[in-house]
T-cell receptor, first 114, second 118 residues
Framework: AQSVTQLDSQVPVFEEAPVELRCNYS??????LFWYVQYPNQGLQLLLK??????LVKGINGFEAEFNKSQTSFHLRKPSVHISDTAEYFC????????????FGGGTRVLVKP | GAVVSQHPSWVICKSGTSVKIECRSL??????MFWYRQFPKQSLMLMAT?????????EQGVEKDKFLINHASLTLSTLTVTSAHPEDSSFYIC??????????????FGPGTRLLVL
């Protein structure tokens, strides 16, 4: 079975500073990787995904992530955050073969301070 | 991205009543839909997976008779919480996935339904 670890439960960051959210996964088979963002009292919005191809994936709202197979990581980055980026961020993985269930990390709460 | 809607967005009901939540994929055909439950400040917990025209597959510990799931079409799945009790109060989120186009290999989530059972 696969698992996902988000190492930081909370990340405070000042406005216009860069941010990196760490995500590591474990799986014995090939996976698809996702980052979702959840604003208060809302569902999850897809930020970006890695299915195949280039390991550097660009998503919405200026976010990007890099798939590193050797380190089994899929860290999310943004070079300059805005107050509106304050939210909960979830990393998730699904097995390529099954392509069904998502396994989520515990989430990272980003608080952008002015 | 693809669009998934949920209705209602919030509901308050009395203990013992049943509540139905709808999940619709608006711009793609959802061969598979998922229902999650989320407690405050926690990650999502998968409750069940439903494939169009088939019975839902429930995760361990989820009561099939309490959480009835129907996926009658490629754009609609419903979750009915039967005989709801206060401990069923939670944030319920659905997601949808297809096999081609926008929904391929990717789950798109609805906005969630907050249920409060008094």
């Amino acid at each position: 079975a696969q698992s996902v670890t988000q190492l930081d439960s909370q990340v405070p960051v000042f406005e216009e500073a860069p941010v990196e959210l760490r995500c590591n996964y474990s799986s014995s088979v090939s996976v698809y990787l996702f980052w979702y963002v959840q604003y208060p009292n809302q569902g999850l919005q897809l930020l970006l995904k890695y299915l195949s191809g280039s390991t550097l994936v660009k998503g919405i709202n200026g976010f990007e992530a890099e798939f590193n197979k050797s380190q089994t990581s899929f860290h999310l980055r943004k070079p300059s955050v805005h107050i509106s980026d304050t939210a909960e961020y979830f990393c998730a993985v699904t097995i390529k073969a099954a392509g069904n269930k998502l396994t989520f990390g515990g989430g990272t709460r980003v608080l952008v301070k002015p | 991205g693809a669009v998934v809607s949920q209705h209602p967005s919030w509901v308050i009901c009395k203990s013992g009543t049943s509540v139905k939540i709808e999940c619709r994929s608006l711009d793609f055909q959802a061969t598979t839909m998922f229902w999650y439950r989320q407690f405050p400040k926690q990650s999502l917990m998968l409750m069940a997976t439903s494939n169009e025209g088939s019975k839902a597959t429930y995760e361990q510990g989820v009561e099939k008779d309490k959480f009835l799931i129907n996926h009658a079409s490629l754009t609609l799945s419903t979750l009915t919480v039967t005989s709801a009790h206060p401990e069923d109060s939670s944030f319920y989120i659905c997601s949808a996935k297809g096999t081609s186009g926008k929904g391929r290999e990717t789950q798109y989530f609805g906005p969630g339904t907050r249920l409060l059972v008094l």
